[in-house]
């Protein structure tokens, strides 16, 4: 066993041991951890300095998950673009392959934790291959990205042997790894892997950092090590109420990324999942903050801001052209497709007059 599966071995995956690590009431998370699974590695585990900080809010538990707000359980439609168990296919050229139900840490905030580390997302070998199967008969299809849950869980011998037939497949031009193990179990981006990775150019690898504490000597080597490699890195990062939802955080965060060799790619404006509506931000909290971005950071520094439109309607960047503001105070975002969807300040998402998702649970962080 490698020293990264040891180390996932290791990870809090109960209330008893969250209990054991801190001086909190964990009564209140047991159902919680029973509807949505909790897992935390040591290493991010390390990174908390104390309950409540912005490390703890990604990891642990919080009753609000469990309120109802009316939030769909699939905002994106991703079921509905499936054509087959284990792909999602909405944009005519790129597909998602999900690879792997697991992740080393559940992020409280994940779109899809009502799957994520559940029955629900275990695929077969079989499912698995016919999956890729539908790729490899799909010629519209150059870019997959391997997602899940995490892909980088797989053993190597696994990653290779579906690296092997995605790339056996002619049309399929680019490769990507959607996985948050750089930062919450760098010990898996092992020499070892590296070299393999190296074998399947061009492959990009899209990582998901929050928040400045996460960048630290061991995420700084995992990504060094990853570019040595000729691996090309991009960051996802969520706006977070509580976490992230200040300029200078975000400033400190994307300046640190571009150091370590990771272009700040997207910053996601919380989707309208269940479960996550205590991390959402007013869509202005993001207007605002990419406002002043812009003032003081290199574009290169700067990520899109999206909103991943609800029923699958796909990202949209928000930029000053992607909304007007009506006399009600809400937000009407102009589709690329010639839709309009309204956005109220407090999360509201209507469209035709029709409202979608209802008050989003108003806490302050
Ligand atoms: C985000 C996403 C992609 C990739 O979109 P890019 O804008 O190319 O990064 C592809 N498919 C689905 C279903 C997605 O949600």
């Known amino acids: ?74 905002p994106l439609s991703e079921e509905e673009h499936a054509p087959l168990p284990g792909i999602i296919h909405r944009y005519p050229d790129r597909a998602l392959l999900l690879v792997s139900g697991s992740c080393g840490v559940y992020c409280r905030f994940c779109t899809r934790k009502r799957q994520v580390g559940t029955r629900a997302m275990s695929y077969t070998f079989g499912e698995l291959d016919n999956a890729i199967a539908y790729i490899a008969r799909t010629p519209a299809i150059k870019d997959v990205i391997l997602s899940g849950g995490d892909p980088l869980l797989l053993p190597d011998l696994f990653l290779k042997q579906l690296l092997d037939k995605l790339r056996r497949i002619e049309h399929v031009e680019i490769i990507r790894l959607a996985t948050r193990l750089p930062v919450t179990l760098p010990s898996r981006i092992t020499g070892r892997l590296c070299t393999l990775l190296q074998n399947y150019p061009p492959l990009y690898l899209l990582t998901h950092f929050n928040h400045p504490r996460e960048l630290n000597a061991a995420t700084s080597a995992a990504c060094d090590q990853l570019a040595a490699a000729g691996v090309v890195l991009g960051n996802q990062t969520v706006l977070l109420k ?54 003081t950071l290199s ?36 589709t690329p497709d010639g839709d309009t969807l309204c956005f109220a300040e407090d999360a509201r998402l209507c469209r035709d007059g029709q409202i979608f998702h209802h008050k989003a649970h108003e806490k302050s962080a």
């Open 242 to 295: 509580g976490v992230n939802d200040d300029p200078g955080v975000l400033a400190e965060l994307f300046r640190g990324l571009l150091k370590i060799r990771v272009k700040p790619y997207y910053l996601h404006h919380v989707d309208l999942a269940r479960g996550v509506g205590h991390f959402r931000t007013p869509l202005e909290t993001g207007i605002s903050i990419l406002r002043t971005l812009r003032g």
């Open 1 to 74: 066993m490698e020293d990264w599966q040891l180390e996932l071995r290791q990870a809090i995956t109960t209330a008893d041991q969250l209990a054991a690590h801190f001086a909190v009431e964990v009564d209140a998370l047991r159902p919680v951890i029973e509807r949505y699974p909790l897992s935390i590695t040591p290493h991010y585990l390390s990174l908390i300095e104390q309950p409540g900080d912005p490390i703890w809010r990604q990891c642990v538990p919080d009753p609000a998950e469990l309120i109802d707000d009316g939030a769909p359980l699939d």
């Open 299 to 334: 574009g290169l520094a700067i990520p899109h801001y999206v909103v991943d439109l609800p029923g699958g309607k796909g990202k949209l960047p928000i930029t000053p052209e992607a909304y007007e503001r009506s006399a009600d105070g809400r937000i009407r975002l102009l």
